[in-house]
């Protein structure tokens, strides 16, 4: 591409920089950022690339979608107010279709994810030539002392989910071939797993009552695992709470596929929390506001380790299946 | 690669996340930033790619280190604190040497543009499978009200440039088989222009008396119209003022060659400033202080519009030349 096609890609981009917390957007060598006194700015940022990440392709609004809402929804599992972000995109030709549809998924994302019912601005980014990638960075506000980490669950809190698990695992499947008498409803189910829910909100009202949390993007067993060695303790999970969607049903998946892909699956961007019981009518009250399903699925124990339950019953070699297929897939992205 | 290959490389990039702006690094879905009160955080981010940016089989402890430079560059350019960084790497296969190699690069560059003497924290970031690219976003701090921005340019200011000019083109040029009988330089000139100087210290300091930068990424022509766009102004630039390497002049370089690399060429990462001609002692002791080489080029004029003397002699047939030459590039980034 020349130059002029490398301008006019800026302009898909420009012009949405506009936010109370924004001194200088897009046109300089850096935005400028405020921040009010008494909060900290959370900091994340993921990379999506072809192949790896997103099917080649796949519809231009969706990957624009989901390259923000994986991002936000770290965001989310810190419970910080989402506050601004800047965008890397390269591509090795750029047609206008492609990206007046790929902003368009973009900026739907930025809008939805916002709390204030503004667009979350974008405030800078690039534009260069190569194989497909996209890299966000997301910036959001904690009040100071009040992000919600991995290493901040307690003994006995209530472990909690939102929304379901496992559609998205079921269309990456679908994509390579497996459940292959389900393929029709592949291109639904793609778009559903591209635009995850936000849960930017209520996890911003969460973190007032809340110190521990962690968005589900490797598999719920791969992220709790996280929690458990930060915060130095276990889990007791119960496969009959956790939250699969009717489709798994409906389509005659079996108990062991429903919780391979509920449990093991990846690509949910729900958050997983844990929460003192004191705090449950606080919790029932801002999922209500915030019109957000949230599952109570088990119990943090002091002993360490995950233990799986089905109806009270202790079933350790489920746990150890769900394990191994989580440990054994060829994964190839690592956050640090 | 596998999970567990994946995992090691984050092991190169943490640890190093330690800083009095961090109140929270490497570990969990976002890192936290402590934003002094008075202080806007300078936010830039920049991708490069194999093949666009370096040329493939580039030493991965040059990669490492550009990857950083070119986004300090970018907080110097605003005259911000560096303060944080995260780095996105995406590669198609790691060997321990090319990640040791990188990673010592990275935070070579990460110690040397720090202004208080330790490594600028890297807080964060990611690691996925892919064509080779590598996105850098920094932050750094600037007093409420004292960036230094493109449009802040006045009328009769005195335009100045830090370092040399022309370097870096003339290594990309010899990388491309022009300028063939200086091949024998290539590496050693190759080297020197994927490790730019770092400003920031002498940028931070002057970001008190000074209210218009920009970082020379693209040549000097190019770079410059930027600010004079941005502040409705024009200027007039003094051939014989322009700083080339001596180099240049040791190898027989011819002055139409010179020039051409000097102010169109691009990658210098040098500072291009205005300043009000009463600060011109201030400025002297800064740069003084910092061990920084500054030049007066030129000035700022009502006149909209760039035109170059030599020796005081309007010579607009060699600024047509120069700006055909930058815009006739094949030019593949483009920051928005």
Redesign the interface.
């Known amino acids: ?3 002029g096609e ?2 006019l ?2 302009r898909y ?2 012009g949405k920089d506009k936010g109370q917390g924004v ?2 957007g ?10 009010p ?1 008494g909060m ?8 999506l ?5 997103f099917f080649k392709g796949t519809d231009p609004y969706l990957l624009g979608y989901k390259t923000l809402a994986v991002n936000v929804s ?2 989310a ?2 419970g ?1 107010y989402p506050y ?1 972000c ?1 965008l ?1 995109v ?1 591509l090795d030709e750029a047609t206008p279709d492609f990206l007046e549809a790929f902003s368009q998924g973009f900026f739907d994302c930025a809008k939805n994810s916002s709390i204030d019912g503004a667009t979350l601005p974008l ?9 497909m ?1 996209f ?1 966000v ?1 997301a ?2 506000l ?1 009040k ?1 002392g009040k ?1 919600m ?2 290493d901040g669950a307690q003994v006995h809190d209530d472990i909690y989910v939102t929304g379901t698990l496992g559609l998205p695992a079921l269309a990456v499947a679908l994509g390579y071939g497996e459940f292959s008498n389900l393929k029709e409803d592949f291109k639904e189910l793609y778009k559903l797993s591209m635009m995850p829910k936000s849960r930017n909100h209520f996890a911003y009202l969460l973190s007032d009552i809340c110190s521990c ?3 589900l993007s490797d598999g719920l067993c791969g992220d709790l695992k996280h929690i458990l060695i ?1 915060s130095n303790i276990g889990a007791k999970i119960e496969l009959s709470s956790i939250p699969y969607p009717m489709y798994f049903r409906e389509h005659d998946l079996s108990d062991d596929d429903i919780f391979k892909l509920a449990l093991a699956g990846g690509g949910d961007y729900e958050l997983l929390f844990t929460l003192s019981k004191d705090k449950r009518q606080e919790l029932i009250d801002i999922a209500s506001k915030t019109s957000t399903l949230v599952t109570r699925i088990g119990e943090i124990t002091e002993q360490n380790g995950l233990i799986f339950t089905s109806r009270g019953k202790i079933i350790s070699q489920k746990f150890t299946a769900f394990e191994h297929f989580y ?1 054994g ?8």
């Open positions: 591409m020349s130059l490398f301008e890609i800026g981009f420009s001194a200088l897009i046109g300089d060598d850096c935005a400028l950022l405020k921040v006194q900290n700015l959370a900091i994340t940022t993921d990379t690339n072809e192949g790896i990440h770290d965001l599992a810190m910080a601004a800047t890397s390269t405030i800078g980014g690039n534009t260069s030539k190569g194989p990638s890299t960075s910036y959001g904690n100071t992000a980490c991995r949390a962690i968005d930060k440990g897939n060829e994964y190839s992205e690592n956050s640090f």
